[in-house]
Every structure is written in structure tokens, then in C-alpha cells.
């Protein structure tokens, strides 16, 4: 299955924050870039970590972000 990003997170805490929110909805949901944080000053500060999502629930995942950005979800 193809996956695609469906949140570039600015840090490791809002990366699970966003895949908890997507895995109560039922969205099979991974970060990926976790561990690249470590890495900063070397690597870019921003875009690695992710959290992906199979291409299929793309569309649905992001409607769920934006539901929790505006503080929608809890």
C-alpha cells in the first residue's frame, strides 16, 4: 500500500498528538522521522518528522486535522 504524509509535525510530542488523534478516529496512522530530531543543527530544523497515513485515508486524515487544529477534537 502507498502511504503519503498526512502532517509535518514541528516536534516529536505534536507528530503523537496528531497520530493519537487519527488512530481514535480509525486511521492506521505511523510517524516516521522520530528519531531525527536528535539530528538538529545538522539536519534541517523543520520536515522531519512526519505522520503517514495509506494513501486511501489521506483525504479523511487531513479532515481530521483540521478538525483538531481548530480544536474540534480532543
Do not use: C, F
Amino acid at each position: 500500500m502507498t502511504t503519503k504524509t498526512a502532517y509535518d509535525a514541528t516536534s516529536n510530542i505534536e507528530a503523537h498528538l496528531v497520530m493519537h488523534q487519527l488512530q481514535q478516529a480509525g486511521i492506521n496512522a505511523r510517524i516516521e522521522g522520530e528519531y531525527l530530531q536528535g539530528g538538529v543543527g545538522v539536519l534541517p530544523a523543520a520536515g522531519n518528522v512526519r505522520v503517514i497515513v495509506d494513501e486511501r485515508d489521506l483525504q479523511e486524515a487531513r479532515a481530521v486535522i483540521a478538525d483538531w487544529e481548530a480544536g474540534g477534537l480532543n
